[in-house]
């Protein structure tokens, strides 16, 4: 049975290069954060959808805006509960060297990438490319595949492809393996979804972290991680790193209260309710509310709130975290932390998403870009998986693609270059490819 020392010992390594560096300014898991500002798959966040596409707004959040703010919000939950374990376990700290710091960096890098795999228009682009290879064209483009393999794209996962993002290095680049070779603590923290696809088409929906071409890779760092393997007959699996948890809720509170608010910046949520419902969140009582709503103006009112709103549910996700530290050391934990809240504060967070699934989510704008993704992609991904297999027939898309999207040997790893270069599209990108190929607008030089 793993425990902090067993999970910790080997998480400042790095994938692909065993070692630790000699640069005494920053620590690895540092190190982890800024290789990730400066990789450009990180940088094409700023034109993906966060909720509506592209927003003209410069209030509203975009892929890489709320990238950066959970990622500050993954930091202080790390910090936090990384001081209540070192209290707890003083010999982290003695043998390991480890800080408060270090564990929120971890925590902090790993929210800072955790959406680096979605592909464009949103959520709707994951079912839009499962959709293709359900298709007929997408099944004959498949013959040949294990089912796992197919499952792969016919039931495509953003959290997948966001792991192999991270950690697959292209075969013509020979002399370094690993990806962005962050550390193993880093991408332990990543990993939501510690599993593969499920071979089961009734079972196939439920989400997971790891595609096929990426389970050898997997193995290697649950070994060094002392993962504990619940694999069964049916897929490979393992409990997760204890520290995702904690990026799980640093995403789980910026969606929550970040979305609300740009749909009140966008109008589609009424100034009364976001002031009631981010007041019922806070542990301001009435008269310091009373005071704030007088001197303040109303949209610094709104971001004093928010503040309040999320720094009150990241002392409550840590206490629920050390609370129940034990069972999740031991894999025995299976819930969100968010979803062990106090009812007060659970039914608050749940009137927000309801009411922006009704106002915000389904916006015409959304649902909009939402069917033009449902356009586009598929459009894209038949001419690049053809271009890939025969690209002697579909030269022009062939040449197009990155040499990076292009060295993949078997059938499914060059399906899997041609979706991970779809994907790794930004909404724009996407949407320029698509008018390019049907003559709509010509490329420029």
Known sequence: MSNWFDYLKNAGLRLGKKGVNSDESRSEFQRDYDRIIFFDAFRRLQNKTQVLPVPKSEEVRNRLTHSLETASVGR????????????????????????????GYMVSAAALAHDIGNPPFGHEGERAVSDFFRSDEGERLLEGLTEKQKADFQNF????????????????????????????????????????????????????????????VFEEIARDLSLIDASGPERRKWHRFPLVYLTEAADDICYTLLDYE????????????????????????????????????????????????????????????????????????????????????????DEILKESIAKIY?????????????????????????????????????????????????????????????????????IEWYKNFNGIELADY
């Not at 790390?78 to 710091?101: N, Q």
């Not at 020979?174 to 696809?197: C, D, H, M, N, W």
């Not at 002697?392 to 979706?419: C, N, W």
């Open 262 to 349: 740009d749909g009140f910046y966008l109008g589609l949520i009424d100034k009364d309710r976001i002031v009631e419902k981010f007041s019922g969140l806070t542990s301001l009582n009435e008269e310091q509310q009373n005071i704030s709503t007088r001197l303040l103006p109303f949209k610094q009112l709104i971001g004093y709130l928010r503040a309040h709103a999320i720094n009150r549910l990241i002392q409550e996700v840590v206490e629920i975290f050390v609370d129940n530290e034990e069972d999740i050391v031991s894999g025995h934990f299976s819930h969100s932390l968010i979803s062990m809240l106090d009812e007060d504060l659970k039914s608050v967070l």
């Open 362 to 430: 389904h916006h015409s704008a959304v649902l909009k870009n939402e069917a033009a993704g449902k356009t586009v992609i598929p459009f894209l991904l038949e001419k690049f998986v053809s271009a890939r297999l025969n690209p002697e027939s579909f030269k022009q898309y062939h040449l197009l693609m990155p040499l990076a999207y292009r060295t993949g040997q078997t059938r499914y790893d060059k399906i899997m270059d041609a979706v991970m270069f779809v994907t790794s599209m930004s909404d724009r990108q996407a």
């Open 157 to 216: 996962e953003g959290n997948a492809a966001g792991f192999r993002v991270l950690t697959h290095t292209p075969a013509h680049i020979s002399q370094i393996r690993g990806g962005l070779r962050l550390s193993l603590g880093t991408l332990g923290a990543f990993v939501k979804y510690p599993q593969e696809v499920h071979s089961n088409p009734d079972k196939s929906t439920r989400k997971y972290g790891l595609f096929q071409s990426e389970i050898p």
């Open 76 to 103: 202080s939950l790390g910090y936090l509960t990384g001081k209540k374990i070192l209290e707890k376990y003083p010999s982290l700290a003695a043998e390991l060297h480890l800080r408060p710091e270090d564990f």
